[in-house]
């Protein structure tokens, strides 16, 4: 296993304990790891700190802060939709768009994702 699915492991473990705070620093270690050239990993990367920070912004009460940072994550997301193999994106989406929709209409996330690895780890079969 690669030091970056080591590191998407923890990730799943503190998103899908909602703790999206910390995942947003764990994701953003491993946005460091590539470089500057590599703009189409930067970037969903970049859409996935920022949607951890979304959901982060909605736990805390900032409803408004959240819905403005969702619109970006899902143009930036949406992007990503062919080639980020490592992360289930469209299950992901499929989030951040009813998370638009429900505070668009005043209303509350129902629900969040759990974080989708689209891979294997020897501690659990997905």
Same mark, same amino acid.
């Given at each position: 296993?690669?030091?970056?699915?080591?590191? =998407?492991?923890?990730?799943? &473990?503190?998103? !899908?304990?909602?703790?999206?705070?910390?995942?947003?620093?764990? %994701?953003? @270690? /491993?946005?460091?790891?590539?470089?500057?050239?590599?703009?189409?990993?930067?970037?969903?990367?970049?859409?996935?700190?920022?949607?951890?920070?979304?959901?982060?912004?909605?736990?805390?009460?900032?409803?408004?802060?959240? =819905?403005?940072?969702?619109? &970006?994550?899902? !143009?930036?997301?949406?992007?990503?939709?062919?080639?980020?193999? %490592?992360? @289930? /994106?469209?299950?992901?989406?499929?989030?951040?768009?009813?998370?638009?929709?429900?505070?668009?209409?005043?209303?509350?996330?129902?629900?969040?994702?759990?974080?989708?690895?689209?891979?294997?780890?020897?501690?659990?079969? =997905?």
């Amino acid at each position: 296993m690669s030091v970056e699915e080591e590191m =998407l492991l923890s990730v799943k &473990k503190l998103w !899908d304990e909602g703790r999206f705070y910390e995942a947003h620093e764990v %994701l953003e @270690d /491993i946005w460091r790891l590539y470089p500057k050239e590599d703009r189409f990993s930067r970037n969903c990367y970049q859409g996935l700190i920022r949607l951890a920070i979304a959901y982060h912004h909605y736990t805390c009460g900032r409803k408004d802060s959240a =819905l403005r940072v969702l619109r &970006k994550v899902r !143009d930036q997301l949406s992007e990503c939709l062919e080639d980020f193999t %490592l992360v @289930d /994106i469209p299950y992901l989406l499929s989030f951040v768009n009813s998370s638009i929709e429900g505070l668009e209409g005043g209303e509350d996330i129902k629900a969040f994702p759990v974080f989708p690895l689209n891979y294997q780890s020897d501690t659990e079969l =997905l």
